[in-house]
T-cell receptor, first 110, second 111 residues
């Protein structure tokens, strides 16, 4: 039932920006896009979320396309500790469910 | 502010037994959601409780049940355990059901 599509894996050089794409072509007008990451079977960690506008916090930036059918999570200066599985999630407004897809396994290379 | 806590962290059971897992949400949070994570199926939503009421339920058999107490603490129960129930069980709390904060999980092994 996942409503997002992400690449299975990506590599990124340490210190460079990591750009993680996500497609959510069936997103509806009141659904938010959330990003979480999970490091080595720990509990997922919240990163950022947005509705229409681009968002930035101390961890990352979220760029949402104008038609809202896709988004990109940007880690501006990736470190080895950013190696994790990153999940892009569309929140179902009515049910408050989070559908986690398979995520993107990001490996930051020294 | 303390995070979400889950007990126990590790558990070993045998087929046919039942198990109860506990989750204490962040203070003030009224919504608690439960997830099952397995290598084959990934993270799957079990159910969500808000103010002691089950607000939503995923696609799991009736052997999986839960409840929430007046202090927002939540328990989930799995009866008649099967080998396939071996998984990491994650609890997440949120203020109103929006941004969710996850606990470290309970690793259940069914032998």
């Amino acid at each position: 039932d996942a409503k997002t599509t992400q690449p299975t894996s990506m590599d990124c050089a340490e210190g460079r920006a990591a750009n993680l794409p996500c497609n959510h072509s069936t997103i509806s007008g009141n659904e938010y896009v959330y990003w979480y990451r999970q490091i080595h079977s720990q509990g997922p960690q919240y990163i950022i979320h947005g509705l229409k506008n681009n968002e930035t916090n101390e961890m990352a930036s979220l760029i949402i396309t104008e038609d809202r059918k896709s988004s990109t999570l940007i880690l501006p200066h990736a470190t080895l500790r950013d190696t994790a599985v990153y999940y892009c999630i569309v929140r179902v407004e009515a049910g408050n469910q989070f559908y986690f897809g398979t995520g993107t396994s990001l490996t930051v290379i020294p | 502010k303390a995070g979400v806590t889950q007990t126990p962290r590790y558990l070993i059971k045998t087929r046919g037994q039942q198990v109860t897992l506990s989750c204490s949400p962040i203070s003030g949070h009224r919504s608690v959601s439960w997830y099952q994570q397995t290598p084959g199926q990934g993270l799957q939503f079990l159910f969500e409780y808000f103010s002691e009421t089950q607000r939503n339920k995923g696609n799991f058999p009736g052997r999986f049940s839960g409840r929430q107490f007046s202090n927002s603490r939540s328990e989930m129960n799995v009866s008649t355990l099967e080998l396939g129930d071996s998984a990491l069980y994650l609890c997440a709390s949120s203020l109103m059901g929006n941004e969710q904060f996850f606990g470290p999980g309970t690793r259940l092994t069914v032998l």
